[in-house]
């Protein structure tokens, strides 16, 4: 708000005395302007910056200056919150700013200047501003801006720490060429999260090791079946290494491409272990949805189950010991009550369709309980993001200690992370499709992501977009899911647009790993 310039008079008035029957005349009024009123800018949710010009037309030996502001009193005073300057004016105009700090979001504050002599203090005409939404709001506001009307599911949930501050979604989890007709994606409609599942997977592994006294660096071979065959340098991977994707398996194809269904599931995973691993790939990276389907085979045998041989029975039964863990020890320990691995065809299923959208039907991704460990579990964004915020971004140790918090996240078990000029980031995607007849995909995309502040971010989405079967928006700032939501959470924080010189920057060069997982 600013007014036009006003003059602030400030009278200079020495009390009368008596000399014999002589009274002093008041000194004489001296003047003070004050170049249009108190500016705020640089608006935040919890600060903001004053900026006030000084003029003056006589000598005033001020001694104090600032700013007074308050949300309550509508005049405030040096009683108020206040910022304080001594230092010398020695020149006019003289502009002087002051850091607001402490504010509430969404909160209207009254400001004015202030200059303060021997004698005296005067004001200067009273401005309002108004604090921004929290950083969360102003991100909600950021993805609804950019995802809503593009034709394309989307659901997103934002914590703070370990409550939702905000939710949205658009667009559709079914579409009207679906026997189950339109139905509206919003943050409690279920989607394959996919790869997600791995961060999952993590922390169950993580909980149950410490229960058991194994560490990460022991290794797996004990914990295998025993009837399956052992190929070559198996007895060198640690669990460590499934976790980090350092283990050294390759795949059949033996050229790091990510196995869905044929390695993942029992015959997969016995046959991947039965190839054995070349010493050039131990302890190098290459992502494989293999490292963590085994855990779906470890978690059980770190539980105790006896392995019968029976190839039938054992991959039922880890099925279940494993769904069952995971349920009870880490997705109910933060509060979330869901049935996991579900068959969705009878569930109002999401569908996975192409980008822009071709009037095709899309497709149902089914159920994963023979596969999962890497991938699998149907959540939806407020359900995923209450683990992941819970779990990351809270002291509540019911799922996980501190240590294992810390863990997980600073050597990456099931998780990635990322520095940028924004602070350090930590995340996983999740990617699932199909090719249909005409070669284009369809399918999903999502991503888990905790900000600085233990800010979450959960976001899911049902198309992928023609070319490189990858989120759906694309732009020069961002080429992905993961690098839209770092675009989107540096946009919340700056309010104003970027500097030029970082207003270019494609978000996706700060991955360490930008390939989809």
């Not at 029957?21 to 004489?28: K, L, M, N, R």
């Not at 679906?178 to 592994?205: N, R, W, Y």
């Not at 918090?405 to 990456?412: C, E, I, S, Y």
Request: aromatic share 12%; proline share 5%.
């Amino acid at each position: 708000m600013h007014a036009t310039s006003t003059r602030v008079f400030l009278i200079l008035l020495f009390l009368g005395t008596l000399v014999g029957s002589c009274v002093v005349e008041p000194t004489p009024v001296e003047e003070l302007t004050l170049a249009d009123s108190t500016r705020v800018s640089q608006r935040l949710d919890i600060s903001a910056t004053a900026s006030t010009t000084l003029t003056d037309d006589g000598p005033w030996q001020i001694k104090r200056y600032g700013h007074v502001w308050s949300e309550q009193n509508p005049e405030p005073t040096i009683n108020d919150a206040r910022s304080e300057y001594s230092k010398a004016i020695t020149a006019l105009p003289f502009t002087f700013n002051s850091p607001i700090t402490n504010l509430t979001a969404n909160k209207t504050y009254y400001i004015r200047a202030y200059v303060e002599n021997a004698e005296n203090i005067a004001y200067g005409p009273v401005s309002t501003f108004t604090t921004q939404p929290g950083l969360a709001l102003r991100l909600a506001a950021t993805l609804d801006d950019s995802l809503k009307d593009r034709d394309f599911g989307y659901s997103y949930a934002i914590f703070e720490k370990g409550e939702m501050v905000t939710s949205g979604g658009g667009g559709f989890q079914s579409r009207s060429v679906e026997s189950a007709g339109a139905i509206p994606f919003t943050v409690d409609t279920k989607m394959h999260v996919a790869s997600m599942t791995k961060t999952l997977t993590a922390m169950a592994f993580l909980k149950l090791a410490t229960e058991k006294g194994i560490k990460p660096t022991d290794y797996i071979i004990d914990y295998l079946p025993s009837a399956w065959h052992r190929g070559t340098n198996i007895d060198k991977i640690t669990f460590h290494d499934l976790l980090t994707h350092r283990s050294g398996i390759v795949g059949f194809q033996n050229n790091c491409r990510n196995g869905a269904y044929t390695e993942n599931y029992w015959y997969g995973l016995k046959a991947l272990i039965a190839k054995g691993v070349q010493p050039q790939h131990l302890g190098n990276y290459c992502y494989q949805n293999v490292n963590f389907g085994l855990y779906r085979v470890l978690i059980p045998a770190m539980m105790g189950y006896q392995f019968t041989g029976n190839d039938q029975t054992d991959d039922t039964r880890t099925q279940q010991l494993y769904e069952d863990y995971l349920r009870k020890n880490i997705i109910e320990k933060a509060g979330v009550t869901t049935t996991l691995l579900l068959n969705t065809y009878t569930q109002n299923p999401t569908y996975g369709y192409d980008y822009p959208f071709s009037g095709s039907r899309g497709f149902i991704p089914g159920n994963f309980a023979s596969t999962a460990g890497a991938y699998g579990f149907y959540l939806s964004a407020r359900e995923a993001a209450t683990v992941y915020a819970k779990i990351l971004s809270t002291p509540d140790e019911s799922a996980l200690t501190t240590a294992l918090k810390d863990a997980l996240l600073t050597k990456g078990y099931g998780a990635y992370s990322t520095q940028t000029p924004d602070g350090r980031f930590s995340y996983h995607d999740g990617w699932w499709y199909i090719l249909t007849g005409n070669s284009k995909a369809q399918g999903f995309r999502s991503v888990w992501l905790k900000a600085p502040n233990d800010i979450t971010i959960v976001l899911l989405t049902n198309g992928l977009r023609e070319g490189d079967n990858l989120f759906p928006l694309k732009s020069s700032r961002y080429l992905d899911i993961t690098s839209f939501v770092l675009w989107a959470h540096s946009q919340a924080k700056r309010i104003t647009p970027l500097a030029r010189e970082n207003y270019e920057t494609n978000f996706h060069d700060y991955l360490q790993y930008p390939e989809p997982h």
